[in-house]
């Protein structure tokens, strides 16, 4: 009896197989990755603006002096962070500036920014999420106020 010697199968061109084959999914989740990890930052900076604006406000000795630097350094906190808005809304509540000294009152700063993901994104997957920060800031109970 002879011995037959065994077949080996060429397995060439199975890592290009492989690799298309595996490919698509891999850069959909590294897409997905990399809009996380924006969404998280554009929370954050968001919330820093909002913080930094509201308590900017609230030294203000004005409604009108508070309003006004609510609005410069939210946007300032956004530029200096890096974070570009294609849609940004600034509401700032000065409202607490009518009250009496003696009594308690806050300045309140809402912003809402429209982050864009069009360089990452691709076929399907959303474009841009909008995000909204919230913050109140106390004005001094016993600063005078105008």
């Not at 061109?13 to 924006?38: D, K, N, Q, V, Y």
């Not at 570009?84 to 009496?100: M, P, Q």
Request: hydrophobic share 45%.
């Amino acid at each position: 009896m002879t011995r037959r010697a065994p077949r080996w199968r060429r397995d060439d061109g199975s890592a290009a197989l492989e690799t298309a084959i595996l490919a698509p999914p891999m850069l959909l989740f590294i897409a997905m990755a990399i809009i996380g990890m924006r969404i998280e930052i554009a929370g954050g900076s968001i919330e820093g603006a909002a913080h930094d604006a509201a308590r900017a406000a609230s030294i203000e000795r004005s409604g009108r002096a508070a309003h006004a630097a609510a609005l410069t350094t939210a946007r300032s906190s956004l530029d200096r962070q890096g974070l570009r808005c294609s849609d940004l809304d600034i509401a700032v509540d000065t409202g607490g500036f009518t009250t009496e000294p003696g009594e308690v009152a806050v300045v309140r700063v809402v912003i809402g920014c429209t982050v864009t993901f069009a360089d990452v994104t691709g076929a399907g997957l959303p474009g841009s999420r909008r995000m909204q920060a919230e913050f109140v800031s106390p004005i001094d109970v016993f600063r005078s106020r105008t």
